[in-house]
């Protein structure tokens, strides 16, 4: 009754102001009469004037300015994908999408498109949104700068960042010596385009390094830590630098420039002295928070705007106090966490790629139509790479560092990235660099960027040492090694049981190592071994417990599932086991470009389903990326579908076919060494029984362990039964006949592991 009476009130209520507003406006249409109402009237049609009004709502700033930003955002991520596809970092491809959005690719093959999504009168609202994510941007940098390892290991690192820029700068200022004449705007003082070209030249490209870095796994090294030192006392260096050159260039000479110099020292002053130490009391006072108040949000927040504010009017640029806002944070790591998921997200997702599009707007490829004008980007290239190169090589070097170390130290120190394109950008608004040079400048920093990765391949390569790997080899040759890739403690716990079930009774003869790997874009490198510790403390902790030795690897990832196969088709492990995600639907590909977590459309299945090549992964009901890594992975795969497993005292074993004994027999035979679990081996098609020799077989195994071994066929397979169960142990081939066949078992199975067979 009381559903009907809610639905009487509901309808009357609406129905009754709805007939009231009805008679309040036929009655307000009666006040018209007197007046002289202008009521449009058109001869054009209804649908016609619709159509009228729809253009023209399409090309409103507001609505323009949002295609724009779909747009871009959709081709960055795509673009970031591929290379991160092909071991580039994701900012490449960001700013390869720029430049393809640009006049160099769009434009000039769809101008008409180009014209429209991009018209010129629309650039100064994506100007100032790119600048605005570029502020947020370099309040991140700052914040990623720790001053606590300059402080503490600046020593050598100082000599060589300080070299890798002096010496870049002084080439840069003479190539500009000999390409003045013909490329500096005709009103710009040599002094301006000379200091211009030295910082493009000396420019180091901090958050992309530290990425890389982290990727590759040298963080903890010795390496690792000279060269985010180097990067970072490179970075501080370089902004108070361009800071000054940006002075010069406004004030138009050195003198007039002093005072602008005077003002920046004082502000520096001001932060350092007055406003960190403020900022430093509230960050203790809130350093175990899990969250931060919205005043003390707005606190940070507003000296970030007022520090951007203040430099801009000094006239040293707004990111140069952007910087500087987020270098004086509190140092807690917990609490710089906090606040940089806070900005980071929208700065770098939303606002940043807007920068990227801007400046490709701005690049113009096809402006160089000469022979004569790729020579000179050539010799631009040429320049940067022995300038930053070469010199940071030698400096590392020169301070003690192996020829191996120095040349990747180099290699990495050439990385230029966002950073120089944020460069580029302030002396093109500056007026200091022309349209043809900055189109040139541009190519040099996606070009010096790109060759990091492979250069650092090429080093490593030049400098491998076979005889650490035999003497592995030999080592591990008669091991069982199994490795284990989790992404939550709880599943990294549940595989350990699993791995430890394996090979307890011979923990001598066998090797565990848990994998952890996070997506790079969330792991900064100052807050790495404090994510580490966490992630692997469950884990650790389940290992003292098993009274089994580990070992651990953790590594940052921009592609997490291509990590974990190389990883294990390069450890020559007997065994990689993986637990099966969260939820089917998380991992495809449109969700990795986009950076969704939920399934929307599966193109990869799609294609497959149409074509007719859907395979039995795809029928297994397996994410994308446990199919990725079942098909490319040269070693046996356990995926582990995890209901709580706390032990492993009951297992069942269903057998569909003879080669699913095949593949099972030798992980039956180890737990059955390994622990004193009741196994439950059932004929699920009477197939077993009926071939004599996998018969003879398992009677053996029986004898050999009476109490823990059965075999039935006879068995109906009903809840009560598969809860006494702690795990199933099933092949790829009898788990898809399950799930194809919507087995009545699935609800109630227990945690279930998975084998896929080993590849040829």
């Known amino acids: 009754m009381k559903k009907f009476r809610n639905g009487i009130f509901y309808v009357g209520i609406i129905g009754g102001f709805s007939i009231l507003m009805y008679w309040i406006i036929l009655m307000g249409v009666k006040l018209e009469t007197g ?35 779909v747009t871009i ?63 947020l941007f370099m309040y991140i940098v700052g914040m990623e700068i720790d001053m606590k390892i300059l402080r503490n290991k600046a020593h050598d690192a100082v000599v060589i960042s300080h070299a890798s820029i002096i010496i870049p700068f002084v080439l840069g200022m003479g190539l500009a010596y000999f390409i003045y004449d013909e490329f500096a705007p005709a009103d710009v003082q040599f002094t301006s385009f000379g200091l211009f070209a030295g910082i493009a030249m000396s420019i180091t490209a901090f958050p992309v390094l530290a990425r890389i870095v982290q990727e590759r796994g040298i963080h903890k090294t010795k390496l690792g830590t000279i060269v985010i030192t180097c990067a970072a006392a490179d970075d501080i260096t370089a902004w108070c630098i361009l800071a000054v050159v940006i002075a010069i260039v406004k004030a138009g000479s050195f003198g007039s420039a002093i005072y602008t110099v005077l003002l920046a020292l004082g502000y520096v002053f001001l932060m350092i002295k007055v406003v960190r130490p403020f900022l430093k009391r509230i960050g203790d006072l809130y350093a175990k928070n899990d969250k931060i108040s919205k005043p003390i949000v707005a606190i940070f927040f507003l000296t970030l705007v007022v520090s951007s504010y203040l430099t801009e009017v000094i006239g040293i640029h707004a990111l140069f106090g952007a910087f500087i806002a987020g270098a004086i944070m509190p140092e807690n790591i917990r609490f710089r966490n906090l606040f940089i998921e806070k900005v980071e997200d929208v700065a770098l997702v939303l606002l940043l790629p807007l920068f990227f599009v801007f400046t490709g707007l701005r690049t113009q490829i096809g402006l160089l139509n000469e022979p004569y004008l790729w020579q000179i980007a050539g010799l631009i290239f040429a320049v940067a790479v022995v300038g930053k190169f070469v010199s940071s090589t030698l400096a590392a070097k020169f301070v003690g560092q192996n020829w191996k170390d120095s040349l990747s130290i180099g290699a990495l120190m050439n990385t230029r990235g966002l950073t120089e394109l944020v460069a580029l950008n302030i002396g093109y608004d500056l007026g200091v660099l022309s349209p043809e040079l900055f189109s040139m400048m541009v190519i040099m920093a996606l070009a010096t960027t790109f060759m990091t990765g492979p250069t650092l391949d090429l080093i490593n390569w030049l400098f491998k040492s076979d005889s650490n790997e035999n003497e592995e080899t030999t080592a591990l040759k008669n091991k069982y090694r199994i ?132 395979n039995i992964l795809e029928s297994a009901v397996f994410d994308d990326g446990t199919r990725q890594i079942i098909s490319r992975s040269k070693i046996p795969v356990g995926i582990l579908i995890d209901k709580d497993l706390s032990d492993l005292s009951a297992i069942f074993i269903p057998l569909f076919e003879i080669k699913d ?100």
């Open 661 to 760: 004994w095949e593949l099972i027999q030798n992980y039956v035979q180890k737990f059955l060494q390994n622990t004193n679990a009741r196994i439950t081996l059932l004929d699920v098609h009477g197939k077993i029984t009926a071939d004599l020799d996998t018969k003879e077989n398992i009677r053996h195994m029986e004898h050999a362990a009476p109490s823990q071994l059965s075999l039935t066929s006879e068995r109906a397979i009903e809840k009560d039964f598969l809860e006494q169960h702690s795990l199933m142990l099933i092949s790829i081939d009898g788990w898809k006949q399950l799930v194809d066949s919507k087995s009545s078992w699935l609800p109630n199975i227990p945690s279930t592991l998975i084998i896929s067979e080993e590849k040829n």
């Open 483 to 614: 490795l284990l890739s989790f992404d939550r403690p709880e599943s990294g716990k549940a595989l350990l049981k699993v791995a430890d079930g394996l090979s307890n009774k011979r923990a001598e003869s066998s090797e565990i190592t848990a994998m952890h790997f996070l997506p790079t874009e969330e792991l900064h490198h100052y807050n790495t071994d404090t994510y580490e510790t966490e992630r692997f403390r469950d884990v650790i902790q389940e290992s003292v417990d098993l009274n089994r030795n580990i070992t651990t690897m953790f590594k940052a990832s921009s592609d997490i599932d291509n990590e974990i196969v190389n990883v294990a088709n390069k450890s020559n492990s007997d065994l990689l086991l993986i637990g099966l995600g969260r939820s089917i639907y998380e991992g495809s590909l449109l969700g990795k470009v986009l950076g969704f977590t939920t399934r929307i459309i599966n193109p990869e299945k799609l294609i497959n389903t149409v074509t007719g090549k859907e």
């Open 35 to 69: 007046r002289n109402l202008k009521i449009p009237t058109s001869d054009k049609s209804q649908w016609s004037e619709f159509l009228d009004s729809l253009i023209k709502n399409l090309h409103h700033p507001l609505a323009l300015l949002l295609a724009q930003i």
């Open 73 to 135: 955002i959709f081709v960055a991520r795509i673009f970031g994908w591929i290379c991160i596809k092909i071991k580039q970092p994701a900012v490449i491809g960001e700013m390869i999408a720029g430049i393809v959005m640009g006049p160099s690719l769009v434009g000039m093959y769809l101008p008409e498109f180009s014209a429209a999504l991009f018209p010129t009168e629309s650039l100064g609202n994506l100007q100032f949104l790119s600048q605005i994510g570029l502020i």
